[in-house]
């Protein structure tokens, strides 16, 4: 993937990026500069994302030491091979504190690099864990759209009573379904977030989601270092892209962008449980 950055965007004060991986190893020589951009471009918060045991500590670190990160531990699909060797481990560290959410969790029949009766004993487990300990869950979803959401229609009815009224339960990562779907979600009390990949040229079906859903439920995400945003497509993604995401958001919904930095980060600050900042509204 290459590293080479191109113009920093205007800065968006105030934004959020509600998915990231900066623990990647496409971030190992110059993390430091990435977070300082990131900073610089107007973010208050990176949602740092782990998937299986090892980054999830990685995420719970980052949190401890810099209040700016919001930590997410989970066991991804493509990792559920290993839930029984990590299972004891894992628990430990999400019932121990630190997390705003688990995930990112679900189901990938796209690449199957885990079985897909072990994707969905992971899915359930990490499911309960989410019940026991109160969080919400963020989800990974690829070729599994029906079954993903019949799993957690019953589980977000399940879960109705554990989470205080106007919270929601769950966040679509990476959303790649279409506005009938998602308006399903949203139903369920679940929120959208949009990836880069909406600003890609072709991509009807992920600008529609993105016009027609309500913006108090959507979050706005890179999904670093992938899924770069146009103008910087083919480069590693990072943070601050996340700006350029919002941008073209509000380019299609005819608003400002910064009604969409505070609309977002408002929900994100209520799907994560901490304080927005000041001038972020529902």
Same mark, same amino acid.
């Given at each position: ?26 971030? $190992? ?12 471009? &107007?973010? $208050? ?5 782990? +998937? ?9 670190? @980052? ?8 930590? +997410? ?7 559920? /091979? ?5 299972? &004891? ?21 796209? @690449? ?8 969905? #004993? ?39 009573? $554990? ?25 369920? &009390? ?7 990949? +909406?600003?890609? /040229? ?23 270092? @992938? ?13 601050? @892209? ?26 994100? #600050? ?8 000041? &001038?972020?509204?529902?």
């Amino acid at each position: 993937m290459p590293s080479r950055r191109g113009e920093p965007p205007e800065p968006l004060p105030g934004i959020i990026d509600s998915h990231a991986h900066t623990w990647s190893r496409e971030f $190992t020589d110059d993390r430091d500069a990435v977070l300082d951009r990131a900073w610089a471009t &107007g973010l $208050t918060r990176i949602v740092d994302v782990g +998937v299986d045991l090892r980054t999830s500590l990685l995420c719970h670190e @980052y949190a401890a030491s810099d209040q700016r990160f919001v930590a +997410v531990g989970g066991i991804h699909p493509h990792e559920a /091979k290993h839930l029984d060797r990590d299972r &004891g481990a894992f628990q430990a560290l999400i019932e121990g504190g630190g997390f705003a959410a688990i995930g990112e969790i679900g189901l990938d029949f796209h @690449y199957t690099l885990s079985p897909p009766e072990e994707q969905r #004993a992971a899915f359930a487990w990490q499911l309960d864990l989410a019940l026991a300990t109160g969080l919400p869950v963020m989800i990974h979803a690829r070729e599994a759209d029906e079954e993903c959401f019949n799993t957690l229609q019953n589980w977000a009815h399940r879960a109705s009573s $554990t989470f205080e009224a106007g919270r929601p339960v769950g966040m679509m990562h990476c959303f790649s379904g279409d506005i009938e779907l998602a308006r399903r979600y949203v139903d369920i &009390g679940f929120v959208i977030s949009v990836p880069g990949t +909406v600003t890609f /040229k072709g991509n009807e079906r992920g600008q529609a989601v993105a016009k027609g859903i309500p913006l108090a439920s959507m979050l706005v995400e890179t999904d670093c270092p @992938y899924l770069t945003p146009v103008p910087h497509r083919g480069l590693r993604n990072e943070p601050a @892209y996340v700006v350029e995401t919002a941008r073209f958001v509000a380019a299609l919904r005819d608003v400002s962008p910064e009604a969409v930095a505070q609309t977002t980060s408002a929900t994100a #600050a209520r799907f994560f449980g901490f304080e927005p900042a000041a &001038g972020q509204h529902d």
